[in-house]
């Protein structure tokens, strides 16, 4: 199975601050990774696919980048509403697996 | 708009079985996937299986062969998911969600908590 092995597990900013979150992949995946968003007693809701996409109705604070086995997931401007987990999800190679997570509190 | 309604949460015993059901709508059923997801609070996420609408074909997660097994009827655009001779590592959140080959799960259910106790 790819592991996917994400960081960092958490994180604490500020409103209006950018973060980035990252994601390495085990093997390549080819730019087969998507990003989500949960928060808590919710569903994750799609932000980007194809590493780089942006799922329509998501902010575009919220871009995505990388290749090969390593992916990055940055949020600028932080607003109030992005306290969440993050979870990158491979899709490349059955089984499909997901990071750990990363808890994104503001401050 | 398309919506992914998951039956209500589920207390059962040890060595039974349960079967959840992912009712949908706003869209072609039969022409799109279902993944299955496996979520303990407060840990990651784990893909279970997906099954094709159109035919009933299904992929599964090794780990989860002989636990899970997926279904669908076409006539009420409704999954379920059976899972199996439940033991306490099975209580979790589980969720559906739809796919189409070559793009990830965009719409998801609200998810079901199975909590397996005697």
């Known amino acids: 199975d790819i592991q996917m092995t994400q960081s960092p597990a958490s994180l604490s900013a500020s409103l209006g601050e950018t973060v980035s979150i990252e994601c390495l992949a085990s093997?390549?995946?080819?730019?087969?990774l998507a990003w989500y968003q949960q928060k808590p007693g919710k569903s994750p809701q799609l932000l980007i696919y194809y590493a780089s996409s942006l799922q329509d109705g998501v902010p575009s604070r919220f871009s995505g980048s990388g290749s090969g086995t390593q992916y990055s997931l940055k949020i600028n401007s932080l607003e109030s509403e992005d306290a969440a987990t993050y979870f990158c999800?491979?899709?490349?190679?059955?089984?499909?697996?997901f990071g750990g997570g990363t808890k994104l509190e503001l401050k | 708009q398309v919506k992914l309604q998951q039956s209500g949460a589920e207390l059962v015993k040890p060595g039974a079985s349960v079967k959840l059901s992912c009712k949908t709508s706003g869209y072609t059923f039969s022409t799109s996937y279902m993944s299955w997801f496996k979520q303990i609070p407060g840990q990651s996420i784990e893909w279970i299986g997906m099954?094709?609408?159109?035919?009933?074909?299904?992929g599964y997660n090794q780990k989860f062969k002989g636990k899970a097994t997926l279904t669908v009827d076409t006539s009420s655009s409704t999954a379920y998911m059976d899972l199996s001779s439940l033991t306490t590592e099975d209580s979790a959140v589980y969720f559906c969600a739809r796919h189409y080959g070559g793009y990830p799960f965009d719409y998801w259910g609200q998810g079901v908590m199975v909590t397996v106790s005697s």
């Open positions: 093997e390549d995946i080819y730019n087969n």
């Open positions: 999800l491979q899709d490349s190679e059955y089984p499909w697996t």
């Open positions: 099954i094709y609408a159109g035919d009933g074909g299904t």
